[in-house]
């Protein structure tokens, strides 16, 4: 008996062995079904996808560069799909597929629920974030606005004042020898235009103290905050449990509302003052105002949409990402193509020194003399002011080169890098790319600027002579190319806005500036819905030596 029990396997030795048969077995199945998976994805154009978790890993390892990361994949395949835990993105940058997205299947892309829930805290029902008939009054209401002669002229007056003021601090640092921020004075100074030409407000952020506005600061950590949620999967556990980066975003928000209602309630009054004391004729005419009377009108234009104060603070918000975020942050990257094409830079200057005299001779103005020595710098500010004055919406059309290097700045550097949309229904893109409802498609203005299929080999170069004919005239590109401004029914109405702004900022300051960036400075976007500097632009100034 005892030698047939020795011969026989015991107790202890079966289940070990069984377990490991059964380890075996399950990972086997497991490895199978990785080989099945990976094999699924061979052709794949992306990054590679796991289940559950998508591509969330690449992604996120590459979130601080997503855009140049995108520009890799979309330079091999024109359109590339991302999986996430909880939808997927697929990414576009062939003009045709943008077409068909934003033009041609326009109704089947709208904003889309997802998009709406990253960015209902700070943009509300707001233009930006609206779609449907809600949207389509608003674009109504602002398109009859934006079209107003009143308003471009009032935006003439307001643009040239403020780019006096910088252009005052600017001589200010040149005579102390201070490094100064670019990015930061360009956010102060549009910041302060929109204010007062959206709103009648002077808020003074660009007074040669340079204060600290609380309301910008938010208003930036609230950008980049909602940016962080489009790759985030615990945002909203976060937002429920108020705590990391939803926590901050909550009080940022508050700071950003009561900055708001406050200039609300501060126009209101203003308007009730007016008609009190019978001077009708003293209500301002900014954008504001006008959606205020809207709202007391009532109407199926206004009444529904700006009759409280929380229509009118979405209002309120999405005009000023319009109008400070994007223009401040191409005119930050256009100074910085100035300074590292010096060969641009001078003949921009050319055109601009042809320009004052040619607009002076016209005139019978003689222009201020300047020199080096005793009372230059009222000479010298007397001399900015004078060619300020040249500067009328008309002059600033016939500036074709200045227009080109800001159009250039913008193809490779544009203000909303990438623009997602919601699919409504199943969908086929023109390239055969299949899209399903509920996901998200983004057109990808800034990977589309650097495609050779769409601007050439040069397409990588900074070079404002593609955008002039032979005949010496602006040369347009088709809006599904150049998507800087978006395009189809949702193309930006403010595009000739911000160019007036853009063009009599950079007139004056390319006239009588030259700008040195500061020796070790790094000069790299910051990921958030406008691409914006992730360490602003800290330059020196010299001023430009005149006859």
Request: with cysteine; net charge neutral; proline share 4%.
């Amino acid at each position: 008996m005892e030698e047939a029990h020795l011969g026989m396997p015991s107790t202890t030795a079966f289940f070990p062995l069984a377990g490991l048969h059964k380890f075996m077995a399950v990972f086997l199945v497991f490895l199978s079904w990785i080989l099945v998976h990976w094999w699924s994805l061979r052709k794949q154009k992306g990054p590679r996808s796991w289940p559950v978790i998508g591509a969330t890993l690449e992604q996120l390892r590459n979130y601080y560069r997503m855009h140049d990361w995108l520009v890799e994949y979309l330079s091999k395949h024109r359109t590339v799909t991302v999986d996430m835990p909880f939808t997927s993105y697929t990414y576009i940058a062939d003009p045709v597929n943008v077409e068909h997205v934003l033009k041609t299947n326009f109704n089947n892309y709208p904003k889309g629920e997802v998009y709406r829930s990253y960015m209902d805290v700070l943009l509300g029902d707001g233009i930006f974030n609206a779609d449907g008939e809600l949207w389509r009054k608003q674009r109504k209401t602002a398109s009859f606005e934006f079209a107003s002669k009143n308003l471009r002229d009032f935006s003439t007056i307001v643009f040239r004042e403020y780019s006096l003021k910088l252009s005052s601090i600017l001589s200010q640092a040149c005579k102390a020898g201070k490094v100064v921020d670019m990015q930061e004075l360009y956010m102060r100074m549009t910041l302060d235009s929109i204010c007062k030409v959206g709103f009648g407000v002077e808020i003074g952020t660009l007074s040669p103290e340079l204060p600290e506005n609380s309301f910008a600061q938010a208003f930036d950590a609230a950008n980049i905050i909602v940016t962080l949620r489009f790759i985030d999967p615990l945002w909203r556990v976060k937002k429920f449990l108020h705590v990391g980066s939803e926590a901050l975003l909550e009080q940022s928000i508050k700071l950003v509302d009561e900055f708001t209602y406050s200039v609300i309630r501060r126009r209101k009054a203003e308007i009730v003052q007016a008609r009190a004391s019978g001077k009708q004729e003293k209500i301002k005419h900014d954008i504001l105002s006008r959606f205020i009377e809207l709202g007391e009108a009532g109407g199926d234009d206004g009444g529904s949409l700006f009759g409280d104060d929380k229509g009118l603070r979405d209002v309120v918000l999405n005009f000023v990402i319009a109008g400070r975020d994007t223009t401040a942050t191409t005119l930050s990257w256009f100074t910085y193509m100035a300074m590292t094409h010096p060969a641009v830079a001078e003949k921009l200057r050319r055109e601009l020194a042809a320009f004052e005299s040619e607009r002076a001779r016209e005139d019978g103005v003689a222009l201020v003399p300047c020199s080096d020595g005793e009372g230059s710098d009222e000479a010298f500010a007397a001399r900015v002011a004078q060619f300020a004055g040249l500067l009328s919406y008309d002059g600033l059309g016939k500036l074709v080169y200045l227009h080109a290097c800001v159009t250039e700045t913008l193809r490779l550097y544009p203000a909303v890098p990438q623009d997602p949309k919601g699919i409504a229904e199943d969908d086929v893109l023109p390239d055969g790319t299949k899209v399903r409802a509920g996901g998200m498609v983004t057109y990808v203005p800034y990977s589309m600027g650097r495609m050779e299929y769409n601007w050439g080999p040069d397409a990588a170069s900074f070079r404002p002579e593609r955008w002039i004919g032979d005949d010496g005239a602006f040369r347009n590109a088709s809006p599904f190319k150049f998507t800087a401004f978006q395009a189809g029914p949702r193309i930006c109405l403010g595009k000739d806005s911000a160019y007036l702004q853009m063009k009599m900022a950079l007139a004056i300051l390319c006239r009588f500036f030259r700008f040195e960036l500061v020796e070790g400075h790094p000069v790299k976007y910051r990921m958030m819905t406008i691409l914006s500097m992730a360490h602003g632009l800290k330059v020196r100034v010299s001023r430009v030596p005149l006859a």
